[in-house]
């Protein structure tokens, strides 16, 4: 891809994605996901109705009329958006592929966290590290996430969740914001997620092709593994071949929606041809 048409499609992300962050989840982000606490802002005059609590007795004193101490939340936060490259990601059967719609949301929850003035930072992976880019504020710097997003290519198509929820606990020293976007065709992920949850706040979020849950009876076809390259020739027809690939998707489904579940993070599912915004201010009201 070259510079202009990369330039072409992050300008025409961000102004999707930066008009959803405004008008819809701008509110939402901020009202679901609260500050460390609150820190002392200032001292002003009391007023009829305020916490008496709140009085500050050494500047009444001085000054002979009641005086309170005023609180204000102390805002900044940390978000880190956990990105799944691996092959699988490229499958679309509708208008988008997966990773489409995971650029789209990640963009639109870092926008969010922009306008609130909160850090977002970037973890690609597949079953390694592809990408770090550490957490800093700004346009310019969601502007080069959704560029990675956009133009990244992996070195490797295997998945490894583990692994990148250690290295993301390994990085994070202070509690994030975590999203990890992903088709979750993966297991053995749980210890490690386990972990990641009790310190950090973490939302999983599945997205998945409606394709990809039962293989149609069409006879002999040739398939691809999308993450480890391997062809087979699958017999379609087989009725215990299609249980086969059907129980195992569900079972991949099952087994990520009950360890988040488990863990105490979140988790939503969105198919790419569903509206995301619906399931993102659903879940953002759930928890809000």
């Not at 609590?53 to 880190?80: C, G, H, Q, S």
């Amino acid at each position: 891809m070259d510079t202009k048409e990369l330039l072409k499609k992050v300008r025409k992300i961000e102004i999707k994605t930066r008009r959803l962050s405004d008008h819809i989840f701008g509110g939402e982000y901020h009202s679901t996901f609260k500050g460390r606490g609150m820190t002392f802002s200032e001292v002003r005059n009391y007023q009829f109705g305020d916490d008496v609590r709140n009085i500050d007795w050494n500047v009444t004193a001085r000054y002979n009329e009641p005086f309170v101490k005023v609180f204000e939340e102390e805002r900044e936060l940390t978000m880190m958006l956990m990105v799944d490259v691996s092959g699988s990601e490229l499958f679309g059967t509708t208008n988008q592929f997966k990773k489409e719609i995971i650029t789209e949301i990640s963009a639109t929850l870092a926008f969010s966290a922009m306008q609130n003035n909160d850090k977002i930072g970037l973890i690609l992976f597949s079953d390694k590290i592809e990408l770090y880019i550490p957490p800093k504020k700004g346009r310019f710097h969601v502007l080069r996430i959704i560029r990675e997003l956009i133009e990244f290519e992996p070195e490797n198509h295997n998945t490894d969740i583990n692994q990148a929820l250690r290295f993301m606990s390994s990085v994070s020293k202070k509690k994030v914001i975590c999203f990890l976007l992903s088709d979750f065709m993966a297991n053995d992920y749980e210890q490690a997620l386990k972990i990641a949850a009790n310190k950090h706040d973490i939302t999983g979020i599945r997205i998945y092709d409606e394709k990809e849950e039962n293989i149609p009876n069409i006879g002999f076809v040739q398939m691809e593994d999308a993450e480890t390259g391997e062809l087979m020739l699958v017999n379609t027809k087989s009725k215990k071949v299609r249980n086969q690939y059907g129980q195992h998707y569900k079972d991949r489904v099952s087994y990520f929606q009950n360890i988040f579940t488990k863990s105490g993070a979140g988790a939503l599912s969105s198919r790419v041809d569903e509206s995301y915004v619906k399931k993102l201010l659903g879940y953002f009201k759930r928890r809000g």
